[in-house]
């Protein structure tokens, strides 16, 4: 799993460093890790090193001495390097005196413009962890001339470091190098941090629990059930989905057919679309309502069975079997307007909520807003359960407050019907008795993966992800395996 600190750990993690570190230091390492980057980038972009022209966009702090230092180490590999000084009364000293040392040139704002147009590639040394707000207007709109590739300085300059929320001017960067450990902007705002690459600086030891976690490939291999010798069709943990109505069919049958793909076992359906789901996937058990349904081991509920007192009871009746329970589009609805529904249910047994921010809204009375980390953590709390907050990079939220954050692989996935695909696949996971919060994780994951192998960079649907979830789940055990 890989660990994610808020810059507030970082800082206090680096405070501790700092003072059994010679001064300098940190920053030394930093900055030859980033004129490595800097390097490979340049022989990736350009096919070379000495002779390519790099500009350095600096402002005031440390991350402008970075970028200063790792100029001054470019320099010595024959690279032409101009700095563009943002505020040059406070360009970090020592970085500046060794980038002039080593025959590196720097220039004010005004004189900008010329050398951004003949750059190879532009660093961005604007401002890194201490940030607040996006571009201001002198750095804005030197950005906007850029045309070469961006290098950001441990993360790209406008977009907020610890939500990733982008309000205005902000770099849109091509690499990313950043230092010591990964902050939340590098996995809640990938499309502006492109390939993030982390420099070793021995923070790893001072840094202690991260506060967010993005699960590896081997952690979703581990979350996937496999069947072992002595399972039966029961003992793997038989699903039962509750979704769909005559009318809207299609949720049940992509619920259904989700959970049928994502596990060996037994899945059963109830609800007015039996015949329908009966049709589509021969395997399933259906019957036309939950009390006929017989056991199951976690219950999927909510896709298309309407937010009137029938889908209510549907609900409440889930809610009081005993068993983990994914509450899913009309459900999340039902809870938002009847929360006495959750009353049916035994506050120890998991319960998964996976809405949209529409859903959000109607569950929590306010917007998700920016800082979508706390408005998981929030509802999470609230609710006591793991909350699935939707999005480019979904958030997954446990009440004991651990979060994930997923890994968002094209935008392939926001297709009708794709949420209904995504409760099945939770659905499996609790069926066979994963934690819920790593079930939920992982099958966004594995979502998410099915979504890119279904579209290959042309359009999907979501019966598209649903027969290729079995890809994914082999792609990923054979990594693994
Ligand atoms: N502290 C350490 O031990 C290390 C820090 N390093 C670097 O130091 C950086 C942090 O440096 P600093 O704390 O000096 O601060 P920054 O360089 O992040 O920011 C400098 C100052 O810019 C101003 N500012 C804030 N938002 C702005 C905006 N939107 N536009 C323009 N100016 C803005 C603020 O006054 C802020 O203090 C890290 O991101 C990293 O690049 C690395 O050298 C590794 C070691
Ligand atoms: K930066």
Not at 209 to 218: A, G, N, S
Not at 227 to 246: F, R, T
Not at 326 to 343: E, F, H, M, N, R
Not at 392 to 411: E, K, L, M, S, Y
Request: proline share 6%.
């Amino acid at each position: 799993m890989q660990g994610i600190w808020t810059t507030e750990r970082i800082r206090e993690a680096e405070g501790r460093l700092f003072a059994v570190t010679p001064e300098g230091e940190l920053m030394r390492r930093a900055s030859f890790g980033l004129s490595v980057q800097l390097a490979d980038f340049l022989e990736d972009h350009t096919g070379g090193v000495s002779g390519r022209r790099v500009v350095l966009l600096v402002g005031s702090g440390d991350n402008g001495g970075d970028a200063l230092w790792a100029g001054a180490f470019l320099r010595r590999r024959g690279v032409a390097v101009t700095a563009i000084l943002l505020k040059p009364e406070k360009a970090h000293p020592a970085g500046l005196k060794a980038l002039k040392r080593a025959g590196g040139r720097a220039v004010s704002a005004e004189d900008g413009p010329q050398w951004i147009a003949r750059a190879d590639v532009v660093v961005d040394g604007i401002v890194g962890i201490s940030a607040s707000g996006s571009l201001r207007p002198d750095a804005a709109r030197l950005v906007d001339l850029v045309e070469a590739p961006i290098v950001a300085v441990d993360l790209p300059s406008g977009v907020d470091p610890d939500t990733g929320a982008v309000d205005g001017p902000a770099v849109r960067a091509t690499r990313t190098v950043t230092f010591g450990g990964l902050k939340p902007v590098h996995v809640l705002a990938p499309s502006w941090c492109g390939e993030v690459v982390l420099v070793d600086i021995g923070l790893r030891p001072e840094l202690g629990e991260p506060q967010l976690r993005r699960l590896d490939i081997v952690d979703v291999a581990a979350a996937w059930p496999v069947p072992g010798p002595e399972d039966d069709k029961y003992s793997q943990g038989v699903v039962g989905i509750a979704a769909g109505s005559a009318t809207y069919p299609g949720a049940a049958v992509l619920a259904a057919g989700s959970a049928v793909r994502a596990t060996s076992g037994l899945v059963r359906y109830a609800g007015h679309a039996a015949d329908i789901v009966r049709a589509q996937w021969p395997e399933v058990i259906a019957t036309g309502t939950v009390a006929d349904a017989g056991r199951v081991q976690a219950w999927v509920v909510g896709p298309g069975i309407g937010t009137g007192s029938d889908g209510r009871d549907v609900l409440r009746y889930v809610l009081g079997q005993g068993v983990p329970v994914c509450a899913d589009a009309d459900a999340t609805t039902i809870i938002a307007k009847s929360p006495d529904v959750l009353d049916a249910r035994d506050p120890d047994t998991p319960l998964v909520l996976t809405p949209h921010a529409g859903e959000y809204e109607r569950l929590m009375g306010r917007k998700p807003g920016p800082d979508r980390v706390t408005a998981a953590r929030e509802a999470a709390k609230k609710y006591n359960a793991v909350v699935l907050l939707k999005g480019h990079c979904t958030v997954i939220a446990a009440p004991d407050g651990r979060i994930a954050v997923n890994r968002p692989r094209g935008a392939w996935l926001a297709t009708a019907g794709s949420g209904d695909v995504l409760s099945g696949l939770v659905g499996a996971l609790l069926a066979a008795g994963s934690d819920p919060w790593l079930a939920a994780a992982a099958a966004a994951d594995v979502h998410s993966l099915a979504g890119a192998i279904a579209a290959q960079n042309a359009p999907t649907s979501a019966s598209g992800l649903v027969h290729a979830i079995p890809e994914a789940i082999r792609a990923i055990r054979s990594l693994t395996s």
